[in-house]
T-cell receptor
Framework: DVKVTQSSRYLVKRTGEKVFLECVQD?????MFWYRQDPGLGLRLIYF???????EKGDIPEGYSVSREKKERFSLILESASTNQTSMYLC???????????FGQGTRLTVV | GNSVTQMEGPVTLSEEAFLTINCTYT??????LFWYVQYPGEGLQLLLK?????DKGSNKGFEATYRKETTSFHLEKGSVQVSDSAVYFC???????????FGKGTTLSVSS
């Protein structure tokens, strides 16, 4: 069974902390994504990566950075967490054929 | 660039009722179109897709037809079940084909 695994289901962090969200996929996919999901706003693309060490900004990259040192792993970094980054974060991967994107179960982050 | 608009929810139905969730898109060319579903507490999973005009995608009793004349990809099911309660997202690739763009999601609640 193919999988995208996010390291945490729930996280609570303090304002100003540096936060790491980890995502691993076992499908040898080139493309990986981080989305943010908020009520009434749907899914918004934060960053994506099409290869190791390559990254592209999505629609809302401010306050975030990413790291892709290995093909299977894509990390989202909140350099200094703020309360407006409280949200559900979803990781996804997409193969070269781009026929289907696979999602992790999500990380619900609360910044207090 | 490409964009997608889907009907706002929530949609509340009784078991065995007919379901329609409207989705319209704006795109360059004729990209693949997707419906994703998110069950409570889970990430998104592909429900169905269509890769060219007049294609009909179907899965689990759900159907959607790719209509280029009306730029629509409406989701339908003839008889919903309580287990269909979820959030449904219409999606298509961005103009560069590098990521998926999602609608805001429609919450479906089915009661017995």
């Amino acid at each position: 069974d193919v999988k995208v695994t996010q390291s945490s289901r729930y996280l609570v962090k303090r304002t100003g902390e540096k936060v790491f969200l980890e995502c691993v996929q076992d499908m040898d996919h080139e493309n990986m994504f981080w989305y943010r999901q908020d009520p009434g706003l749907g899914l918004r693309l934060i960053y994506f990566s099409y290869d190791v060490k390559m990254k592209e900004k999505g629609d809302i990259p401010e306050g975030y950075s990413v790291s892709r040192e290995k093909k299977e792993r894509f990390s989202l970094i909140l350099e200094s967490a703020s309360t407006n980054q409280t949200s559900m974060y979803l990781c996804a991967s997409w193969g070269a054929g781009r026929t289907e994107a696979f999602f992790g179960q999500g990380t619900r982050l609360t910044v207090v | 660039g490409n964009s997608v608009t889907q009907m706002e929810g929530p949609v509340t139905l009784s078991e065995e009722a007919f379901l329609t969730i409207n989705c319209t898109y704006t795109a360059t060319g004729y990209p693949s179109l997707f419906w994703y579903v998110q069950y409570p507490g889970e990430g998104l999973q592909l429900l169905l897709k269509a890769t060219k005009a007049d294609d009909k995608g179907s899965n689990k009793g759900f159907e959607a037809t790719y209509r280029k004349e009306t730029t629509s990809f409406h989701l339908e099911k003839g008889s919903v079940q309580v287990s269909d309660s979820a959030v449904y997202f219409c999606a298509l690739p961005n103009q560069a084909g590098t990521a998926l763009i999602f609608g805001k999601g429609t919450t479906l609640s089915v009661s017995s």
